[in-house]
Nanobody, 127 residues
Framework: QVQLVDSGGGLVQPGGSLRLSCAVS????????MGWFRQPPGKERELVAG????????YYADSVKGRFTTSGDNAKNTVFLQVTSLKPEDTAVYYC????????????????????WGQGTQVTVSS
């Protein structure tokens, strides 16, 4: 069993930055690809970033490329999502999730391919 705990969200002004964290407990997330999804109010959950188990393959949604960066720290069993140049349209609940499926784009972007989910952390971008 794997437990994921999201943290780091908050209220930030447009142009601001945050670092979201996803702490993994129960077992090492070695062997799991990790995805970051977000769900704006009234909209479907969408992938913003995904990092493979080895860290060698990383996907970003077009809407966040150049602004968001994901990374992992195996020693701390933690995955990070650095979000910068935030825009009001980035407002959403952000979730991390773990998957052991093959790390190809069609899988990475599909929420149903993830087995474990964090509880979510709210990011609100507003002046």
């Amino acid at each position: 069993q794997v437990q994921l705990v999201d943290s780091g969200g908050g209220l930030v002004q447009p142009g601001g930055s945050l670092r979201l964290s996803c702490a993994v407990s129960g077992r090492s997330f070695s062997g799991y690809g990790m995805g970051w999804f977000r769900q704006p109010p009234g909209k479907e959950r969408e992938l913003v970033a995904g990092i493979s188990a080895t860290g060698a393959i990383i996907y970003y949604a077009d809407s966040v490329k150049g602004r968001f960066t994901t990374s992992g720290d195996n020693a701390k069993n933690t995955v990070f999502l650095q979000v910068t140049s935030l825009k009001p349209e980035d407002t959403a609940v952000y979730y991390c999730a773990a998957s052991r499926s093959a790390w190809v784009k069609s899988v990475v972007t599909d929420p149903t391919k993830y087995t474990y989910w964090g509880q979510g952390t709210q990011v609100t971008v507003s002046s």
